[in-house]
């Protein structure tokens, strides 16, 4: 019996005819949206013996396989004479500068079409034209050729031997992945306590293709006990590939050390780890031009070779070893990895990958249908979904842009000025106001911020580089944004308008991102959203998308209660009081750590407060007893593995560190046995009072929700929990946590307290 192996028209011919260089200069965002609109005038013009989207599809053996090709081909002519095979493609380029010879998959993809359609009807030779239309005017240039059937057949075999020598290894990586998967066990003599009721539910969700929300308390092991149903579920069913999403390098590497542990249990499995372009680039300034960047150059010249090495000799493809195989091979490392995904079991990368429109894998949306979401700490992607899918607009980029182009293209100067002169009328008519809201999206700005982004993207397909494409490319690209989510505009959103001195701010403030978290997720075979402070979990569950047919578990803490002493104390750290606040604060925490050996971490609520007690707090410590260290508004990797290091598990002193709630040193950190002795907790997390938030309030307690528990409780107390969760990270550690604030003592802010710390100690 033959293997079979499915592939589309393009990308058979997209893989076979790869080659070039990568080019991300401006080339308009508008192409795919216009170019069907140019399909459909011209699909409509073509008379009575003329079908369109014709669907052709054959099987041809290509030795033990069998590949099925099959595509939609623009129309077809067909009269008594003769039959014609059309394809139609959209280009901005001068149709008089054309020749045969440009676009050659163009040309490989109408050549399998007439092949396919001469085999099928007996034909010996057929006429195809290749047309090219221009996206902005009704001008179009048509090329004819006539192919006999042993030209095609010739090609058809060139092409599809082409494909089947790099797939064939493919194939056989994931037979190889299937056979190890029978014989694969967990990779720990046995599981913790709870870590296997997670699992198991995992397993359940994805063979019944559910959703799942699992809180799962710290300790148990939430990674592997997500990983390794979600591989064991592999090829059971529809499911084929795994895509892990996290917020942070440091839970990124928590992934790849799971799937590490499973291959050296014998599983076989391609895992790729995607980067971030600008921490990966090789060059000083990332600039993707052929001109200016050998590894731009010719890069789709060697992307076989490249992607055929490294598949072949590595399954664990973390950011290193693309590096590694990108050097080798001259290739761009970012593009090398988002190509490598398409032929992985497995990929780990950040949210927005997934969930952000002007980032997200637009390459993996194909295999969403077979994949399996795992979604990390699930908890960050509240405030991150809604941030992706809002947008800004700012008034002083627009006018930037206008008197940059000025001098240079007088059309140009007055659409980007008719932005400015827009939003410096709404300024000067809320003068008295500095924040504003509209519960309908801006249609006057909308209106001439079209016009002005229509006119960059003309401009900009003419001048490639030079004076003012940096200031017009970013106004366009923020223009576009801006439009994108305008069409996205529902009850769910808001318009808030900020004013200060000259600039003004106009947001698309996405305030509820639920349904289309719903939406995305509802397209993969299953989604896990999985953290140790999904609490409470019907509050998640409403903001993260969740239906009633979902499934739910929570797992409370493995730890022993004594691992733990928890001690509270009443000051009011809230706004008004912040002032009075610092000396019964410096005076909390010399009582309290001052005493004691160890390395100990305190949060507060902002780097404001936390510079206002430090500063203080400095004239009551003796830097001879008393090791700080201080969390910055901005730190750099090596930076944050510094500050890191000074957790010593042979301290003989005292070392305190001073850290923000919510910050990169409140969760995903890993401080095992006496690296940390103690934790301190500043307030209670609460965001900071802002108009956006109280717009939010607003709308949740309009859904029916408590508007301020939504907007503000429930967000900060996560902060708490995921803070005060740094302190024990295994069956061995213990340690104290000292909460400052008397709210702590109310039984609404003590019931969202881990149920381990609600009988603490008041000092």
Same mark, same amino acid.
């Given at each position: 019996?033959m293997?079979k192996?499915?592939?589309?028209?393009?990308?058979?011919?997209e893989f076979?005819?790869?080659g070039?260089?990568?080019?991300?200069?401006?080339?308009?965002a508008?192409?795919m #949206?216009e170019?069907?609109k140019t399909h459909q005038r011209?699909?409509g013009s073509?008379?009575?013996?003329?079908?369109?989207?014709?669907?052709?599809?054959?099987?041809?053996?290509?030795?033990?396989?069998?590949?099925?090709?099959?595509?939609?081909?623009?129309?077809?002519?067909?009269?008594?004479? #003769?039959?014609?095979i059309? =394809?139609?493609?959209t280009t901005?380029r001068?149709?008089?500068?054309?020749?045969?010879?440009?676009?050659p998959t163009?040309?490989?993809?109408?050549k399998?079409?007439a092949?396919?359609? *001469?085999?099928?009807?007996?034909?010996?030779?057929i006429?195809?034209?290749m047309?090219?239309?221009?996206?902005?005017s009704?001008?179009?240039r048509t090329?004819?050729?006539?192919?006999d059937?042993?030209?095609?057949?010739?090609?058809?075999?060139?092409?599809?031997?082409g494909?089947?020598?790099?797939?064939k290894?493919?194939l056989?990586?994931?037979e190889?992945?299937?056979?190890?998967?029978k014989?694969?066990?967990?990779?720990?003599?046995?599981?913790?306590?709870?870590?296997?009721?997670?699992?198991k539910?995992?397993?359940?969700?994805i063979?019944?293709e559910?959703?799942?929300?699992?809180?799962?308390?710290?300790?148990?092991?939430?990674t592997?006990?997500?990983?390794?149903?979600?591989?064991m579920?592999?090829?059971?069913?529809?499911?084929?590939?795994?895509?892990?999403?996290?917020a942070?390098?440091?839970?990124?590497?928590?992934?790849e050390?799971?799937?590490?542990?499973?291959?050296?249990k014998g599983?076989?499995?391609k895992?790729?780890?995607?980067?971030a372009?600008e921490?990966?680039?090789?060059?000083?300034?990332t600039?993707?031009?052929k001109?200016?960047?050998?590894?731009?150059?010719?890069?789709?010249?060697?992307?076989?070779?490249?992607?055929s090495d490294?598949?072949q000799?590595?399954?664990l493809?973390?950011?290193?070893?693309?590096?590694?195989?990108?050097?080798?091979h001259?290739?761009?490392p970012f593009?090398?990895?988002?190509?490598?995904?398409?032929?992985?079991?497995?990929?780990? *990368?950040?949210?927005?990958?997934?969930?952000?429109?002007k980032?997200?894998?637009q /390459?993996?949306?194909?295999?969403?249908?077979?994949?399996i979401?795992?979604?990390?700490e699930?908890?960050n992607?509240?405030?991150?979904?809604?941030?992706?899918l809002?947008?800004?607009?700012?008034?002083?980029?627009?006018?930037?842009?206008?008197?940059?182009?000025?001098?240079?293209? /007088?059309?140009?100067?007055?659409?980007?000025?008719?932005?400015n002169?827009?939003?410096?009328?709404?300024?000067?008519?809320?003068?008295a106001?500095?924040?504003f809201v509209?519960?309908e999206?801006?249609?006057?700005?909308?209106?001439?911020?079209?016009?002005?982004?229509?006119?960059c993207e003309?401009?900009?397909?003419?001048n490639?580089?030079?004076m003012a494409?940096? !200031?017009?490319?970013?106004?366009?690209?923020?223009?576009?944004?801006?439009l994108?989510?305008?069409?996205?505009?529902d009850a769910?959103?808001?318009t808030i308008?900020?004013?200060?001195?000259?600039?003004?701010?106009?947001?698309?403030?996405?305030?509820?991102?639920?349904?289309?978290?719903? /939406?995305?997720?509802?397209?993969?075979?299953?989604?896990?959203?999985?953290?140790?402070?999904l609490?409470p979990?019907?509050?998640?569950?409403?903001?993260?998308?969740? !239906?009633e047919?979902?499934?739910h578990?929570?797992i409370?803490t493995?730890?022993?209660?004594?691992?733990?002493?928890?001690?509270?104390?009443?000051?009011s750290?809230k706004?008004?009081?912040?002032?009075?606040?610092?000396?019964?604060?410096i005076?909390?925490?010399?009582?309290?750590?001052?005493?004691?050996?160890?390395?100990?971490l305190?949060?507060?609520?902002s780097?404001?407060?936390?510079?206002?007690?430090?500063?203080?707090?400095?004239?009551?410590?003796t830097?001879?007893t008393?090791?700080?260290?201080?969390?910055?508004p901005?730190?750099t =990797?090596?930076?944050?593995e510094r500050?890191?290091?000074k957790?010593?598990?042979d301290?003989?002193g005292?070392?305190?560190?001073?850290?923000?709630l919510?910050?990169?040193?409140?969760e995903?950190?890993?401080?095992?046995?006496?690296?940390?002795?103690?934790?301190?907790?500043?307030g209670?997390?609460?965001p900071?009072?802002?108009h956006e938030r109280?717009?939010?309030?607003?709308?949740f307690?309009?859904?029916?929700?408590?508007?301020?528990?939504?907007?503000y409780?429930?967000?900060?107390?996560?902060?708490v929990?995921q803070?005060?969760? /740094?302190?024990?990270?295994?069956? !061995?550690?213990t340690?104290f946590i000292?909460?400052?604030?008397?709210r702590?003592?109310? #039984?609404?802010?003590?019931?969202?307290?881990?149920?381990?710390?609600?009988?603490?100690?008041q000092?």
């Amino acid at each position: 019996m033959m293997k079979k192996l499915s592939v589309s028209v393009r990308k058979l011919v997209e893989f076979v005819m790869m080659g070039g260089s990568i080019d991300n200069r401006f080339a308009g965002a508008n192409v795919m #949206q216009e170019g069907t609109k140019t399909h459909q005038r011209l699909q409509g013009s073509r008379g009575g013996n003329y079908q369109k989207e014709v669907f052709l599809s054959i099987e041809i053996p290509v030795g033990e396989y069998e590949l099925q090709i099959e595509g939609r081909c623009d129309g077809i002519y067909r009269d008594t004479e #003769q039959v014609t095979i059309e =394809e139609i493609k959209t280009t901005a380029r001068d149709l008089n500068a054309l020749t045969e010879q440009d676009f050659p998959t163009y040309w490989a993809q109408l050549k399998v079409y007439a092949y396919i359609y *001469c085999l099928q009807h007996e034909f010996t030779t057929i006429t195809v034209h290749m047309v090219y239309a221009k996206r902005t005017s009704t001008e179009e240039r048509t090329f004819q050729k006539t192919y006999d059937m042993m030209e095609l057949t010739s090609f058809m075999q060139e092409v599809t031997v082409g494909y089947m020598e790099f797939h064939k290894s493919l194939l056989s990586l994931k037979e190889a992945r299937r056979d190890s998967i029978k014989n694969l066990t967990f990779p720990y003599a046995s599981y913790r306590t709870g870590q296997r009721d997670l699992a198991k539910a995992v397993y359940k969700t994805i063979k019944e293709e559910k959703r799942l929300f699992a809180m799962a308390a710290t300790g148990i092991g939430k990674t592997i006990a997500t990983v390794f149903p979600s591989v064991m579920s592999l090829q059971e069913g529809k499911q084929e590939r795994i895509m892990y999403l996290t917020a942070k390098t440091i839970t990124r590497q928590v992934a790849e050390e799971a799937f590490r542990l499973l291959t050296e249990k014998g599983l076989a499995i391609k895992v790729v780890t995607i980067t971030a372009k600008e921490k990966t680039c090789f060059q000083e300034e990332t600039l993707c031009q052929k001109e200016f960047c050998p590894f731009a150059n010719g890069h789709y010249d060697r992307l076989k070779n490249g992607l055929s090495d490294i598949l072949q000799h590595e399954n664990l493809m973390n950011r290193g070893t693309i590096e590694s195989y990108a050097k080798k091979h001259m290739l761009c490392p970012f593009e090398f990895a988002l190509d490598l995904a398409m032929y992985a079991d497995v990929v780990i *990368c950040d949210y927005n990958y997934f969930f952000d429109p002007k980032v997200k894998l637009q /390459r993996w949306g194909d295999f969403h249908k077979e994949t399996i979401l795992l979604i990390d700490e699930a908890h960050n992607l509240v405030d991150r979904s809604r941030e992706m899918l809002s947008a800004t607009l700012t008034k002083s980029l627009f006018l930037q842009a206008s008197r940059e182009v000025k001098e240079v293209d /007088r059309e140009l100067y007055v659409k980007l000025k008719g932005v400015n002169d827009t939003l410096l009328k709404w300024k000067k008519e809320m003068i008295a106001l500095n924040e504003f809201v509209f519960e309908e999206k801006p249609g006057e700005v909308i209106e001439v911020l079209q016009q002005a982004v229509e006119a960059c993207e003309k401009w900009l397909m003419n001048n490639p580089s030079g004076m003012a494409h940096q !200031e017009v490319l970013t106004a366009y690209f923020e223009g576009q944004d801006f439009l994108r989510i305008a069409k996205e505009f529902d009850a769910r959103y808001k318009t808030i308008v900020t004013v200060f001195k000259s600039e003004v701010l106009v947001k698309l403030a996405c305030l509820d991102s639920s349904a289309a978290i719903r /939406r995305m997720t509802g397209r993969t075979v299953s989604t896990i959203f999985f953290s140790a402070t999904l609490h409470p979990l019907g509050y998640f569950q409403t903001v993260l998308g969740g !239906e009633e047919k979902d499934y739910h578990l929570s797992i409370p803490t493995p730890f022993k209660q004594e691992q733990t002493e928890v001690f509270a104390r009443k000051i009011s750290t809230k706004y008004k009081d912040r002032e009075s606040s610092i000396a019964p604060i410096i005076h909390a925490i010399q009582e309290t750590f001052h005493s004691k050996q160890g390395n100990f971490l305190i949060f507060f609520p902002s780097y404001e407060y936390l510079s206002q007690v430090f500063e203080m707090y400095k004239d009551y410590t003796t830097k001879d007893t008393i090791e700080t260290a201080v969390q910055s508004p901005v730190m750099t =990797e090596e930076e944050r593995e510094r500050f890191l290091l000074k957790f010593s598990s042979d301290r003989k002193g005292t070392f305190i560190a001073f850290a923000v709630l919510g910050g990169i040193f409140s969760e995903g950190i890993d401080l095992k046995g006496d690296r940390l002795n103690g934790v301190g907790i500043v307030g209670v997390g609460l965001p900071k009072i802002t108009h956006e938030r109280n717009v939010m309030k607003d709308y949740f307690q309009k859904q029916g929700q408590n508007g301020f528990d939504f907007a503000y409780v429930y967000p900060g107390m996560n902060k708490v929990q995921q803070a005060g969760g /740094r302190l024990i990270r295994s069956e !061995e550690d213990t340690g104290f946590i000292l909460l400052l604030d008397d709210r702590y003592f109310q #039984q609404k802010y003590r019931n969202l307290l881990p149920p381990e710390w609600q009988h603490f100690h008041q000092v």
